[in-house]
């Protein structure tokens, strides 16, 4: 049961249920005192009970030479009764309303996700995918998260509740196709079983031959499988790990430079962009003018790289220039390359 699901039960049964405990303490205590010293606390609560529960059992205190006995039955009878069927009536409006929103939401998620184009989807949200879809949102890109497991989805979406999610087997054709494949940017293949990452991009590659696929895994066995079934990039979380430590090691400043880099407010990051047909012959000064909210670091040109390149550089068509930026910078250069 999730912590929103109690919060839900708490608020809307709380008080019913502890009205409805006060009712048999009240009755309990007045029977009590009804019966006197021949009578149990325990023929107290059962009378309560039966008189709530409107059972008809033969009466355990005799009420017939007590009209003050009948009254207070009376009370506590109505009382009971009627907060008996609140409960059940919020129970019953509590599972059809749950049931109507679950549909209402999966319809505003599905028309929420058609709108989407040039988006990217993540296909597993454990702890590897918890944390792609986290830079995703941290650096404002449209996503999509898919998992078979509704417990990781309910986890990502206590910390990001916006997100736009499927639950479903992203190993399955329908589920990719509801997730908009077909308009899609990317998807990473970042469940924990190396298999099913293989079916992902075997199966994104066929609704998709354009899409980007990255793709997680473990087993080196699977690495040759999945470049051959259109895997674009192949990424090992051991070998990553192990490079992470050498290099935390190795160059602890630069480490520190890339923590710090992927924890600041600006989120800055290293980004590429590529230059379109219609920009082709513009040099890198008029493509990309020096500018405080980002920094060019290199461009791919030629099939070989040129770092810090000058302003007079002439670029091709295809030519990827790789810069250091905030989001909002990012954006503002794709709406020039646009």
Known sequence: MTPLLVQRLRRRFGKPLAVLAAIHVVGTVGYKLLGGASHTWLDALYMTFITVATIGYAEVIPLDESPAGRIFTMAVGFAGIATTWYIFSTLTAFIVEGEFNVALRRRRMRKAIEKLSGHYIVCGVGRVGTNVAHELAITGRPYVIADIAQQHIDAFRERYPDALWLHGD?????????????????????????AKNLVITLSAKQLNPRVRVVARCHDVSYTEKMRRVGADAIVSPDFTGGMRIASSMLRPKVISFLDEMLRSEEALRVEELAVPERLAGASCGELEPRS?????LAVRTGGRWRFNPPDDLRLAAGDTLVFMTTPEGRRRIEARFA
Do not use: E
Not at 170 to 194: E, H, M, W, Y
Not at 292 to 296: G, Q, T
């Open 170 to 194: 992203a190993a399955d054709d329908q589920t990719l196709a509801d997730a908009g494949i077909d308009r899609a940017a990317g998807v990473f293949a970042i469940t924990g079983d190396d």
């Open 292 to 296: 405080p909210d980002h920094l060019l």
